[in-house]
């Protein structure tokens, strides 16, 4: 069974840019998470969706960030424009539904200069 | 609101020896508890997880941990430490959400070294 992928590995941009991460789920599975990793720091929920519809992203910074996810599949999470303090690790997960196990992608490793 | 206390930042241990990384959570009703690793440049692998039942949850590679509720601790344990367990492990509370969903709240985590 493949596992959760995510692209790219590693991101460098320069602050006020643009950058957008993709994320495809284990297949079937309807519940995908993004969460934002920082140095030294647990993971933390951005956006939770189930199937394409969102369940909580009382976390995202909806000033610079947005996500979506067309047709309950693949997700993109966008940051625009981009600051400092967001440099960190972006993890995709998901879970066959609410309330099961989340399998994590590798994370993609963003780097703001 | 859920909360986890990994309160060892980092730990060290010699390979062979007995592991425990401490995890503390605050949650109003019963948690769900997990345990996951980290090795370097990789996502998050579940060790093993409590629903409910028996306290004592059995996970791969030979990681056990205790619920107790009246302490609100779930720790994590290993008899023998390989020095392949070195990485970074996190603890985590799950919480069904009013009106559906759930969230995971994860602890800072706990860096484990293993001296040969």
């Known amino acids: 069974e493949a596992g959760v992928a995510q692209s790219p590995r590693y991101k460098i941009i320069e602050k006020r840019q643009s950058v957008a991460f993709w994320c495809n789920p284990i297949?079937?599975?309807?519940?995908l998470y993004w969460y934002q990793q920082i140095l030294g720091q647990g993971p933390k929920l951005l956006i939770q969706f189930q199937n394409n519809g969102v369940v909580d992203d009382s976390q995202l910074p909806k000033d610079r960030f947005s996500a979506e996810r067309l047709k309950g599949v693949d997700s993109t999470l966008k940051i625009q424009p981009a600051k400092l303090e967001d440099s960190a690790v972006y993890l995709c997960?998901?879970?066959?539904?609410?309330?099961?196990?989340?399998?994590f992608g590798p994370g993609t490793r963003l780097t703001v200069l | 609101a859920q909360s986890v206390t990994q309160p060892d930042i980092h730990i060290t241990v010699s390979e062979g020896a007995s592991l425990e990384l401490r995890c503390n959570y605050s949650y109003g009703a019963t948690p769900y508890l997990f345990w996951y690793v980290q090795s370097p440049g990789q996502g998050l692998q579940l060790l093993l997880k409590y629903f409910s039942g028996d306290t004592l949850v059995q996970g791969i590679k030979g990681f056990e941990a205790e619920f107790k509720r009246s302490q609100s601790s779930f720790n994590l344990r290993k008899p023998s430490v390989h020095w392949s367990d070195a990485a970074e492990y996190f603890c985590?509370?799950?919480?069904?959400?009013?009106?559906?969903?759930?969230?995971?709240?994860f602890g800072t985590g706990t860096q484990l070294k293993v001296e040969l």
């Open positions: 297949s079937g599975h309807a519940t």
């Open positions: 985590a509370v799950g919480a069904v959400l009013t009106g559906g969903g759930n969230k995971l709240t």
């Open positions: 997960a998901s879970s066959p539904s609410l309330g099961n196990e989340q399998f």
